[in-house]
């Protein structure tokens, strides 16, 4: 017998990418982490902050951080909802909307915690795949008529993004019968976002995330943009103090930094461009990217045997076990030197 | 028309004990915070840390951590989970094990967030009475027979404890049918603990957190002990990487410094003892505490018109608007200058 629900029970964990222990001497391209690091401002907050601000009760709303966001974005504050990073604020969203009865739609092929959520929720559950090389799947979305569409764009592991005209397309169709939920985290890196959506759409929810353009994805931060009143939903489902003292301290002035976070964007979209001429110069697919990772095919579609390689030259990527993503692999656009270290590690097995 | 779920939409949200904002002039006795800073190696880890361990994820395990809390308490590592805070075990407990058609129950008046999390997940609830003077109503929790029961050990407000005996008993009870989660925020402050129970009882999850008595309510760092099945079972409930890098780095010194721990833990206790009788010296009711905070009942029973007074005179407690508890205020034991501050504050009224 088991303590806990059947559905549970039954439900196999989620399962994140490699983290390498030990001394870093690998080139870690595997989990879209950004090379650069993160503001030198964050290293003033560290070296400053008083042991006596982790002694007591965080704000249950990280206001520093909320305003800081807000400052910068040039957003009301009541339309911000600071989280524990973006899956803090998936589960906050699952537990609000999903359920028996009440579909729950996403991409296919797309982040996979979406449908651990799903399912944790027992919902009833819809993959819509992607049209002819990875195009936004608009009208399959629109057919499904989901109580909760989760879009990430630009998408893992596509690299593909949709255009804020079908995002708004989608929300018109969607209003008045289920949230729209545009997972942002690669937004940084991209030429376009739907930030304006929940302005004018009270079932959009547009999550944003310090992991990937800011350099913090060991620090848990991330945040939601909504209407109030959906807002105020979230919050019943939130952790009581789901932002600690640090994180609301260090993300407010990263967020500010915005001169770091475009010098960091721009080095990383010209190594973007470079390694996917370079690896289509050796014969590899290689999909337009707006994120900071591509999508790349090789030549015979041997992913396997390619991630394999790279592994033993000390490079790790990411390798998907499953159709249609098996002879495809997800690499991290690194610094030139650890793009330069993969193309090396590829050449060596020829 | 809502786009949550229907008995979302009728929640309140939890509201949390009031954080003065500006500068701390007030005597801040309301949330049962530790009022010693951190052990001093804390300090250490925020000046050493590098900003390279914040750019990548952290170890979905928070594994330096657990490995200190292994070491420390010495438990298996198997059987420890960490957390963003004891809020955020909480929450996977109730998304693992509570639902339509499984009984959850607490006790009354207890930690109002076991409501909050059974509420969202729609589960039967029961609220289990103290018996007279706040006994620990062991037969009406086995006779409740719950899916899943949540027990603070030390209890808030009351700061009363269930024995250890008691505990393995409801255990016993709950044993092949319900959880059993002894929530032990407050035990560092108490004479006993369950700590073992979970390696003799498959149904038994321990919770404990750094915020009390490591002086860490800002960092959000908590742990569970329970066997690996159940572990795993919460495993899949939970965010992906719920604890940062920082609350690993930071709570592994924290939690081997045992020393800082018991001085501080030792002057508290003293304080508690004095404030005890300088209360009742006052002709006040005051329940023996196992935690760190007291309930007293003032000389006629006005707690609103004691708390009013307190926050007057810049001593800020925690008053509950609600009956049995409206004429007791939680007072977080400070130290003994906090503690006279208070008492001062109490006779200048009079």
């Given at each position: ?78 339309m ?84 804020t005209?079908?995002l708004e397309t989608l929300a018109k169709a969607m209003q008045g019968?289920g949230l729209l939920?545009i ?11 739907a930030?304006e959506l929940p302005l004018r759409y009270d079932n959009v929810i547009v ?18 943009v909504a209407q109030?009143?959906l ?120």
């Amino acid at each position: 017998m088991s303590y806990v629900k059947n559905h549970i029970d039954a439900m196999s964990p989620y399962v994140p990418g490699e983290q390498p222990a030990g001394p870093r001497r690998i080139v870690k391209l595997n989990t879209n982490e950004n090379p650069y690091p993160p503001s030198p401002q964050v290293r003033d907050v560290l070296r400053s902050v008083l042991c006596e601000e982790l002694r007591v009760y965080p704000r249950p709303d990280a206001r520093k951080f909320i305003e800081a966001v807000a400052e910068t974005l040039r957003l009301p504050r009541e339309m911000l909802l600071a989280a524990n990073g973006s899956d803090n604020l998936l589960l906050m969203i699952a537990r609000a909307a999903a359920g028996p009865g009440r579909r729950v739609a996403w991409l296919q092929p797309t982040f996979p915690f979406y449908e651990t959520q799903a399912r944790i929720e027992a919902s009833e559950i819809l993959e819509v795949p992607f049209e002819d090389d990875f195009a936004f799947p608009l009208q399959g979305l629109i057919d499904a008529q989901p109580a909760v569409a989760f879009i990430a764009s630009p998408n893992s592991p596509t690299g593909t993004a949709a255009t804020t005209d079908q995002l708004e397309t989608l929300a018109k169709a969607m209003q008045g019968r289920g949230l729209l939920v545009i997972d942002e985290a690669y937004a940084d890196f991209s030429d376009a976002h739907a930030l304006e959506l929940p302005l004018r759409y009270d079932n959009v929810i547009v999550l944003r995330t310090l992991s990937k353009g800011y350099s913090l994805a060991g620090l848990r931060l991330g945040f939601a943009v909504a209407q109030p009143a959906l807002l105020g939903q979230l919050w019943k489902t939130k952790e009581i103090y789901n932002v600690g003292v640090l994180a609301e301290r260090i993300g407010a002035v990263a967020i500010r930094d915005q001169a770091h976070l475009r010098e960091n964007v721009a080095k990383i979209r010209a190594s973007r461009e470079k390694l996917t001429v370079n690896l289509r110069a050796r014969g590899w697919t290689v999909w337009p990217s707006q994120a900071n990772f591509l999508l790349a095919r090789p030549a015979g579609g041997d992913a396997r045997g390619a991630f394999e390689t790279l592994k033993a030259g000390g490079v790790l990527v990411r390798y998907f076990d499953k159709p249609p993503m098996d002879d495809k692999l997800r690499i991290t656009v690194g610094t030139d030197e650890q793009c330069a270290a993969l193309l090396r590690a590829l050449d060596a097995r020829s």
